[in-house]
């Protein structure tokens, strides 16, 4: 299943039409999500992020032509935000929770490392050990914290994205970043990193329609090799029924695979991990492999 994020910039005498938008929104409000963001502390502004599932688009634009809402970019929000928040880890936390922005820098120096570690919140346990304003003692207790902290942060958005589809896919954009986090790969925690796609690989097969997320994962170069290969390897095993038919209900998800997947990706993936498959998982992939060449020859 395919969403959408989309944010507008509201002042504090426009919240009632946030407040008019998010009524006209009801029919279709089972379809979307909204998040609350605070601006720069020197301003009265807010943002609003809406995550609206791809097949009520259309709805959601025709309510808001009449809003009278201004929508921004992800880019507009961060450019503002910067002013507020020194460095990107402290942004994404803030844009990923109800934290202000303003806050972020104060929470470092009151909450415990403990506090982190029962939130999930690793990225800014990453920010606090490269920030030099932190004394030197707690920077060293936040690297230690980091696996620990990570490992929470799976089994937070695992449980949440269990919960329905709109925080499931907010949960599987997290464990995926988790997964392919650039900094926590630096610190040696592949293991880890391994565990969040293994999450992302199972929380996309509890839903019908989030099958071509599978593709999604399998398609990422930053996620690690095995994770790639074994998201494929649950795609076959859910959607084929050989290496020439599929399953009728994931006719969308395979027009989907066959135009996307990155076959000379998957096929460099597979060479450096194949062997440590089970021989049922190699047939798997193979199977795959065999069903998507044969579909885009055919087409």
């Known amino acids: 299943m395919e969403f959408k994020k989309i944010a507008f910039e509201v002042s504090e005498n426009e919240v009632i039409k946030v407040k008019n938008f998010i009524i006209a929104l009801s029919d279709i409000r089972n379809s979307i999500s909204v998040k609350k963001t605070e601006g720069p502390s020197n301003t009265n502004i807010s943002f609003y992020t809406f995550t609206v599932e791809e097949d009520v688009i259309k709805d959601f634009f025709a309510k808001y032509s009449g809003s009278g809402l201004k ?35 104060a929470i470092k120096k009151v909450k415990k490392i403990e506090d982190f570690i029962e939130e999930g919140n690793y990225s800014v346990l990453v920010d606090i050990t490269k920030d030099i304003r932190v004394e030197q003692n707690k920077r060293k207790r936040a690297e230690a914290a980091i696996p620990a902290t990570v490992k929470k942060a799976i089994e937070l958005n695992f449980t949440d994205g269990l919960l329905g589809k ?11 970043n988790i997964a392919t986090n650039t900094q926590l790969k630096n610190l040696r925690l592949n293991h880890i990193l391994e565990n969040a796609g293994s999450k992302a690989i199972e929380l996309s097969t509890k839903y ?86 044969f579909k885009k020859l055919a087409n």
């Open 71 to 105: 929508m921004v970019s992800q880019e507009e929000i961060y450019s503002k935000l910067q002013s507020t928040i020194k460095s990107n880890a402290a942004y994404n936390s803030a844009i990923s929770s109800d934290i202000s922005p303003a806050d972020i820098i």
């Open 166 to 176: 709109r925080r499931a896919f907010t949960a599987l954009e997290n464990l995926v």
């Open 208 to 293: 019908d329609d989030f099958a071509d997320e599978l593709i999604k994962i399998g398609n990422n170069i930053k996620i690690p090799n095995l994770i790639s290969i074994k998201s494929i390897v649950k795609f076959a095993e859910i959607t084929l029924r050989d290496d020439r038919n599929f399953k009728y209900e994931y006719e969308a998800d395979i027009v989907y695979a066959t135009k996307n997947t990155n076959l000379r990706w998957l096929r460099i993936a597979y060479d450096s991990v194949g062997s440590v498959l089970t021989s049922d998982e190699q047939k798997q992939f193979q199977k795959f492999m065999s069903f998507i060449e």
